[in-house]
C-alpha cells in the first residue's frame, strides 16, 4: 500500500446516522475504506451491518421512512445525496442479503440486469463472458430460470450481477448465510479471485474465523456502533468476542 493510498481512502463515511422513522439504527460511524481493502465486518443480528451498507449504496435515501445524516464520500466525491443509480455508476455495488434475484427470470438475464447502466451496455457482453469465467457452472446454466437452482448457485449469480457493473468496490451482505460450508469455502475462493483482480471489498459476516481469515481489516458493529477496529494480526480473538457480545474479558 502507498502512503498516498493511505492518505486518501477510496470510500469516506462520516459522522453518518441512520434512521427508521424515529428509530436510530446506527450512530454517527466514521470509517475509511482503502482502495485494496478486504474489510469484514462483524456483528450480531442488530448491529447495524445492514443498515451501513444500505446507506453507503442509497437505501436509506427514502425521506422520513428510512434517512441518513453525515456524509459518505466516494473518490472524494458526496455519494450521500445521490439516488441509488448513480451510486453504482460511480462504481459502487451491493451483493444483498437474500440475493434480491428475478425468481422467474434465467441466470443470463439477472446477469444482464446488472449492466441496466447506459455506460455498460456496449461491453455487457465481454463482462458476461468475464463472469461465466469467473463462475464456469452458470455458463452451463445460463438458460435455467434462478428459482430452481441451489442456494449457492443462486449466490454466484447475485454476485455476478454485482460485477457487471464493473465496480471498484463491492459489498457483500451476509454473504455465507444460509449456505453449506463446503459452498461458502468456494464462494470465498471466489472473492479472493475478485480482489485479485483489483476490486476492493466489504464482507458482512457473522462467523468470526472466517471474517478473520480473509480479511485485512476487520470492525465489530455493536448496538449501532462501531465498537472495535483493526488488522486481524493486531486484535486479539479475546478482544474480538467481547466486542462482538458487548461483555468485558
Not at 450481477?161 to 468456494?186: H, K, Q, T
Not at 476490486?199 to 468470526?208: N, R, S
Amino acid at each position: 500500500m502507498t502512503p498516498m493510498a493511505d492518505a486518501v481512502p477510496l470510500l469516506r463515511i462520516a459522522g453518518l446516522s441512520a434512521y427508521y422513522g424515529e428509530l436510530r439504527a446506527i450512530y454517527d460511524i466514521a470509517l475509511d475504506i482503502r482502495e485494496g481493502d478486504i474489510l469484514a465486518i462483524i456483528g450480531a443480528n442488530g448491529a447495524g451491518k445492514s443498515t451501513l451498507l444500505k446507506s453507503i449504496v442509497g437505501l436509506m435515501n427514502r425521506g422520513e421512512a428510512a434517512h441518513i445524516r453525515g456524509r459518505v464520500e466516494f473518490r472524494g466525491r458526496r455519494l450521500d445525496t445521490l439516488e441509488t443509480e448513480a451510486i453504482v455508476d460511480a462504481g459502487v455495488t451491493l451483493v444483498p442479503e437474500g440475493r434480491r434475484l428475478f425468481p422467474r427470470m434465467t441466470v443470463e438475464d439477472n446477469l444482464r440486469a446488472g449492466a441496466f447502466l447506459p455506460r455498460l451496455r456496449p461491453t455487457a457482453d465481454r463482462r458476461l463472458a468475464e463472469i461465466f469465467g469467473l463462475f464456469p457452472k452458470l455458463r452451463e446454466r445460463r438458460r435455467q430460470v434462478v428459482s430452481e437452482m441451489s442456494g449457492g448457485e443462486q449466490q454466484m449469480v447475485a454476485i455476478g450481477r454485482a460485477l457487471m457493473s464493473s465496480p471498484s468496490l463491492i459489498l457483500f451482505d451476509e454473504l455465507s448465510l444460509g449456505l453449506a460450508p463446503a459452498v461458502v469455502d468456494d464462494i470465498y475462493r471466489k472473492v479472493r479471485e475478485i480482489h485479485a483482480k483489483g476490486v476492493t471489498c466489504v464482507i458482512i459476516e457473522q462467523d468470526m474465523r472466517r471474517a478473520l481469515a480473509v480479511a485485512n481489516r476487520v470492525c465489530v458493529m455493536l448496538e449501532g456502533a462501531i465498537v472495535l477496529e483493526g488488522a486481524p494480526a493486531e486484535l486479539t480473538e479475546d478482544a474480538i468476542t467481547a466486542a462482538y457480545f458487548g461483555s468485558e474479558r
